[in-house]
T-cell receptor, first 115, second 112 residues
Framework: GAVVSQHPSWVICKSGTSVKIECRSL??????MFWYRQFPKQSLMLMAT?????????EQGVEKDKFLINHASLTLSTLTVTSAHPEDSSFYIC???????????FGPGTRLTVT | EDQVTQSPEALRLQEGESSSLNCSYT??????LFWYRQDPGKGPEFLFT???AGEEKEKERLKATLTKKESFLHITAPKPEDSATYLC?????????????FGSGTRLSIRP
């Protein structure tokens, strides 16, 4: 099956700094990728939809200036958490839509801890 | 508004004790209903996709069914390794570019 990777798998940063998370589709092209956030013992909440070559679409309540999304190629989308604060500590998961079999595949997630 | 509700929130079973997890949904134009398994600290692992009412799919001890309003994940004679959070999600629209909405999940615990 199709594989989606995320890097890093976990990161610790200081409050006020920025962190970039990468999401890659390894063996397929994805015109659309999605970013989710998951707090402990809660389900995945969609943050934004990332479209290759265009601006991301953010869900209601998600600050687009804080969570910068760039989908520069058909295999890579990045999420940058700017001026991170402890409340941004969460598990961030991406998914990518495979144009060939028209299914979505999820990455393994990135654990962000802001101290 | 598209919505997914899962019940129960948590379920503890004895090894070998069969049961079912429920997923109720409201969506305009269902493209697919998905079941995922998630282990702590990991991303969701795909289990099943159901596309239309009446459809059933099986994998080992798991069987997923779909009606127009809900889906069930039946677990037959579960083992401790089946312990995980099971997530139900729906996708509206016509392609993989449509967003997926998740339910809150059912935390399943199987005692040896």
């Amino acid at each position: 099956g199709a594989v989606v990777s995320q890097h890093p798998s976990w990161v610790i940063c200081k409050s006020g700094t920025s962190v970039k998370i990468e999401c890659r589709s390894l063996d397929f092209q994805a015109t659309t990728m999605f970013w989710y956030r998951q707090f402990p013992k809660q389900s995945l909440m969609l943050m934004a939809t990332s479209n290759e070559g265009s601006k991301a679409t953010y869900e209601q309540g998600v600050e687009k200036d804080k969570f910068l999304i760039n989908h520069a190629s058909l295999t890579l989308s990045t999420l940058t958490v700017t001026s991170a604060h402890p409340e941004d500590s969460s598990f961030y998961i991406c998914s990518a839509g495979d144009r060939v079999d028209d299914e979505q595949y999820f990455g393994p997630g990135t654990r962000l801890t802001v101290t | 508004e598209d919505q997914v509700t899962q019940s129960p929130e948590a379920l503890r079973l004895q090894e070998g004790e069969s049961s079912s997890l429920n997923c109720s949904y409201t969506v305009s134009g269902l493209r697919g209903l998905f079941w995922y398994r998630q282990d702590p600290g990991k991303g969701p692992e795909f289990l099943f996709t159901l596309y239309s009412a009446g459809e059933e799919k099986e994998k080992e001890r798991l069987k997923a069914t779909l009606t127009k309003k809900e889906s069930f994940l039946h677990i037959t004679a579960p083992k401790p390794e089946d312990s995980a959070t099971y997530l139900c999600a729906v996708q509206a629209g016509y392609s993989s570019a449509s967003k997926i909405i998740f339910g809150s999940g059912t935390r399943l615990s199987i005692r040896p």
